[in-house]
């Protein structure tokens, strides 16, 4: 059974730090390009940021320089560092696992800033 599960949303100030994670199972985790998307209330899904089985990192322009995505094959994981959270920052977060033939979903975590 694949499984993407998803962890380390929370309340953070403006200004402030979450590390998310993202723990597969049930696939070649290291064959597959991961991303972050998130959804903010009332509004649609936005793509956030991808890693692909290289290690090559790609972002959206308004979390460049904030964010940081990154993977571990051995731990068949995929985390988000963001850092100087603002406002506009507030979705559920999820993980998506892709390849030429298939893709998966995460089930979402919430991440909340304001003070």
């Known amino acids: 059974e694949v499984q993407l599960v998803e962890s380390g949303g929370g309340l953070v100030q403006p200004g402030g730090s979450l590390r998310l994670s993202c723990a597969a199972s049930?696939?070649?985790?290291?064959?597959?390009?991961m991303s972050w998307v998130r959804q903010a209330p009332g509004k649609g899904l936005e793509w956030v940021s991808a890693?692909?089985?290289?290690?090559?990192?790609n972002y959206i322009d308004s979390v460049k320089g904030r964010f940081t995505i990154s993977r571990d094959n051995a731990k068949n994981t995929v985390y988000l560092q963001m850092n100087s959270l603002k406002p506009e920052d507030t979705a559920v977060y999820y993980c998506?696992?892709?390849?030429?033939?298939?893709?998966?979903w995460g089930q979402g975590t919430q991440v909340t800033v304001s003070s």
């Open positions: 049930g696939f070649t985790f290291s064959s597959y390009a």
């Open positions: 890693i692909n089985s290289g290690g090559t990192t």
């Open positions: 998506n696992a892709n390849s030429i033939l298939r893709q998966y």
